[in-house]
């Protein structure tokens, strides 16, 4: 069964909305290069014939206000190379059915222009009619597995992940599982975007690459440190995972290979300049994931456990802020522009 | 400013979700003339040339799960109807920004047979590319005004609706500030149905008839025995005034004419069979129209007075009761298929 991992809803002080400003910079830093796959890779005379709607799908929308920029960026570029032709837009935000589209609906800039919709529903399925779409973009959201891959939690396996909860340090085992999922899982997601885009439609990725793996292990050992002061079972650690992967250039090209319905335009491993890094801003970092992974601790070890464990990763600022200078202090993220044969 | 009165939200004791059995009713009764009005009314070959998408709009779908049904039932028809083409469904559900889209979206049936989409936004506008859609149904909903017309308020104006909430018994000038509104808003309504929907396509209202005046007035006369009993300002019941209009064919022609794009294909006034009605169930009634109320009560009351008067309304079940029988029973309800010129 697919399962479905929430950013914090609502508006309050360690929502998603309030706590994406990371995400952005990743969406900011590539709206150069979905600007050049849109310019130099589109052809909406092809796709468009007698109709002059263009349907843009924002795939892992969560809650804004990223989307928003995302969204409206796309729609302006295309206006800008077809100024001639009298378009209209229709996005539809897609997130799973229990992202908080109320939150969504209620932050839509009153200044869009588009057609505003929503869509529930997990990306590892259809969602779309088929041949209707024209621009898929996912920023932040491939790397998100149906599920943690069964492996991990088995005792007897070579990828049991024991006191870990993500890939970053672990053996290659546990890698491999991961891997495994995601091209499990990115097949579901390619076939299905494969009926829903039409010819010469462009699917984007804007994806967090390694950075990520550090940062998240952060929290990772802010929880083997309750374990280690007898406040926490570690069998609650051993079956606590990530279900997420950040896949490289190479992962990318494979999964995009085995599906065969679309051409690799663009891909590129980029190190955009980060404001919160220049600042070594670690917090801001730090509150940003909790918003993305708070849900998840919740669920697996309770709301005292998953608060204290969020704090107590705050307090690994400095520590943070020292490993992001040591590492050329620029997080990796990786581009990907697709064009539907 | 377009105001929004959204039903009572979330799965809890008085929502609309768990208290709509009157709304399902008016649905059910008039699923034969939705059948008859795809069965006869509607060809697909000529609307959808070389796509096989059939897109179908709920206008003021709120929170479920009475839309379910109904979009289903337009969905099988129309397979039925043409059952030798391989049709896609795309359904928008579409309500105001507030509505509680969360609660809709989670109760989605699994085995659907369209792809489900919420479109936020007041119907009284602009909510979907030109000519996109090929049928649009609108349950209980019309009704709602975009706004209490504003002499209703006016103490100088013969308007000026003193010591009731609604239409009712109030005098003529009052119906008629209701009427001019009533034109208003559906002559918005359909400029912008007339852009949105293609030639040849269906729109269906099913709208609750003159029996709802008058249930609405015991909530009225509850709020006036608080005011007798000095517990409640009467200037509050003054200021307050409902914004629905319950509109008759000849209401329905008027509006339609006069915007012309529009051909009536049936209209008519039908007594329906109702479960409710045969057993009397008063308590049913005043609980379905207490989650549709009850968020303008406490908008202009507060939550305190608001329940209060929803409890007193309770207690007048045995007078509705008989007033229900001494008016035949049969509640009414208007049913009229449009067709895009």
């Not at 360690?14 to 050049?36: C, G």
């Not at 468009?48 to 969204?71: Q, V």
């Not at 190479?250 to 999964?255: I, L, N, R, S």
Request: glycine share 6%.
């Amino acid at each position: 069964m697919t399962t479905s991992f929430p950013m914090n809803d609502g508006n309050s002080a360690y929502s998603y909305f309030n706590n994406s400003q990371r995400q952005k910079e990743i969406i900011d830093a590539s709206k150069e290069m979905v600007r050049e796959a849109i310019i130099g890779r589109l052809d909406v005379e092809v796709m468009l014939s007698s109709s002059k709607l263009f349907r843009i799908i924002e795939l892992g929308c969560s809650i804004g206000p990223n989307t928003f920029h995302a969204m409206q960026h796309v729609v302006d570029v295309v206006k800008e190379k077809y100024n001639n032709i009298n378009l209209e837009f229709q996005v539809f935000f897609s997130d799973h059915i229990d992202n908080d589209f109320n939150t969504l609906f209620r932050s839509l800039p009153m200044d869009r222009s588009y057609y505003a919709s929503g869509v529930p529903g997990s990306f590892h399925g259809r969602l779309f009619p088929s041949r209707s779409i024209h621009f898929a973009h996912a920023s932040t959201s491939i790397h998100w597995l149906s599920r943690v891959p069964k492996e991990l939690l088995d005792e007897k396996s070579p990828s049991w992940n024991k006191g870990l909860i993500h890939y970053g340090t672990s053996n290659s085992e546990v890698v491999k599982a991961y891997v495994a999922q995601f091209e499990k899982d990115m097949e579901i997601f390619f076939n299905a975007r494969a009926e829903e885009i039409v010819q010469g439609g462009i699917m984007v990725f804007i994806s967090p690459f390694s950075s990520y793996i550090r940062l998240v292990e952060f929290f990772g050992s802010s929880l083997m440190d309750l374990v280690n002061e007898g406040k926490l079972d570690e069998s609650l650690v051993d079956s606590f995972n990530l279900p997420m992967y950040f896949p490289s250039p190479q992962d990318m090209t494979k999964v995009v290979e085995k599906n065969g319905c679309f051409s690799i335009e663009k891909m590129e491993l980029t190190h955009p300049k980060s404001k919160l890094v220049d600042d070594f801003d670690a917090k801001t970092f730090i509150i940003n994931l909790r918003a993305v992974l708070e849900g998840l601790l919740i669920n697996h070890f309770g709301s005292k456990i998953a608060e204290e464990v969020c704090e107590r990763t705050l307090l690994k600022a400095e520590e943070i802020s020292t490993w992001m200078k040591a590492n050329g202090g620029k997080p990796c993220q990786l581009f990907v522009a697709l064009k539907r044969k």
